[in-house]
Nanobody, 115 residues
Framework: QVQLVESGGGLVQPGGSLRLSCAASISVFSIYDMGWYRQAPGKQRELVARITKDGSTNYGDSVKGRFTISRDNARNTVYLQMNSLKPEDTAVYYC?????????WGQGTQVIVSS
């Protein structure tokens, strides 16, 4: 069974940085497209960043230029480097793995941006 375990969330001041990690217990991790999504209270889950098996990336408009997604296939891990954090980045961040029509989600990690 696939497991995605996020870590690295926490409380940070506006303008600060965090790096989220998602460790995947997936065989042949390299064939999966991986993504980070977030859901703030009272809002729908939205795409933050996505990286394909080939390394192509795309970002949500609100995080472009501030967040960077990367993957380490040797470690079965995908990262989200978040810089210049804003209060509106406060949300639960979820890791996602996709292969064709199949997908799986992690349990999420809370990020709170507040002074």
């Amino acid at each position: 069974q696939v497991q995605l375990v996020e870590s690295g969330g926490g409380l940070v001041q506006p303008g600060g940085s965090l790096r989220l990690s998602c460790a995947a217990s997936i065989s042949v991790f390299s064939i999966y497209d991986m993504g980070w999504y977030r859901q703030a209270p009272g809002k729908q889950r939205e795409l933050v960043a996505r990286i394909t098996k080939d390394g192509s990336t795309n970002y949500g408009d609100s995080v472009k230029g501030r967040f960077t997604i990367s993957r380490d296939n040797a470690r079965n891990t995908v990262y989200l480097q978040m810089n210049s954090l804003k209060p509106e980045d406060t949300a639960v961040y979820y890791c996602n793995a996709e292969y064709g029509l199949w997908g799986s989600w992690g349990q999420g990690t809370q990020v709170i941006v507040s002074s």
